[in-house]
């Protein structure tokens, strides 16, 4: 007959086993599921890469102006010590003066002036002698006034010297911040393109070109408006310089990054305008995108970080990234905010 016992029943330890058995493989599994992430695709990529681009820009601008400050500060350092160290040598004769009254007043004697007047054998050259000597003690008194009031003078030059001193430091030590951002962004996106394959990288180089109408990085059709003036010459300027590099920090002649390209290009027209996207903002006359003419200075983004020259037909001739240097491209591709007349 069959044996209709029950099936005997796993015990406590087998069961123990086998769940930890379960949990190890699970936990392989998870562990080399997340040592292989899977590769981000080109569309990723180019997402991220953009976004680091844009962030390392808001870093290059700050960047920017924190070493426009610093060349400020070690100017005002520079006069203010050299108005110091002059003012000590005014201050050396000023002292050197009163030394000589001093050994001119005790060669006359210093014994009372009614004694030297009773033992005087000439009672007239001896009061010719006392103005001289009053006199004397009117230039002694100025020449206290003038050393007195000159190092009050230079205390406070050399107490102005000392702050602007401290903010230098402070400055460097901004500066070095911001460096360092930019070329921590800058490197993390190029690292994301080193994954693309050589056939991604072309599809992306492909996709953007057509994106920006900017037929490969060659002259767009720009429309029938003639560039004149001064903003004509900036232009004419910049056009010059299509498919040179983006160099955070650089402002020409061959490498650029953005505010430095409106800057160069303006300078060859004779016209100086600040460095930074967040001051040349304020250099002209702002206007709005209906109004814009070639050459006319055109900004992107909420915070101003990205400039550029209005090229004409909606198109603007910046000094894009580092990937695609300096470019005509569509406005549209950015968040515009207003354009800038100069002059």
Known sequence: MASHRRPKQPTRARVTVLTATAAAAVALTSQGASAAPAKPGKDEVKAKVDALYEQAEQATEK??????????????????????????????????????MASAQYRSGGMDGSLQLFLSADPDSYLEKASVLDQLGSKQADAVAQIQAKQRTLAQQ?????????????????????????????????????????????????????????GGGQRPDLGNVKPSGRAGAALAAAQTKVGSAYISGHEGPNSFDCSGLTQWAYRQANVNISRVTYTQANDGTRISRSQLQPGDLVFFYNDLHHVGLYAGNNMTLHASNPRGGVKYESMDNMPFQFGVRIG
Do not use: M, P
Request: hydrophobic share 30%; aromatic share 2%; proline share 0%.
């Open 63 to 100: 960047w920017n102006g924190a070493k426009e400050q610093q060349a400020k500060l070690e100017k005002q350092i520079g006069q203010l010590q050299d108005k110091v160290a002059r003012g000590q040598g005014e201050l050396n004769e000023l002292r050197a003066t009163l030394g000589s």
């Open 158 to 214: 050399r107490q102005e010297a000392a702050g602007k001193l401290k903010d230098l430091a402070e400055t460097r030590k901004e500066l070095g911040e911001k460096k360092k951002q930019v070329q921590a962004k800058l490197g993390e996106a190029q690292r994301l393109l080193n994954t693309l394959t050589a056939e991604e990288k072309a599809k992306l180089n492909e996709e953007e070109n057509r994106a920006s109408r900017a």
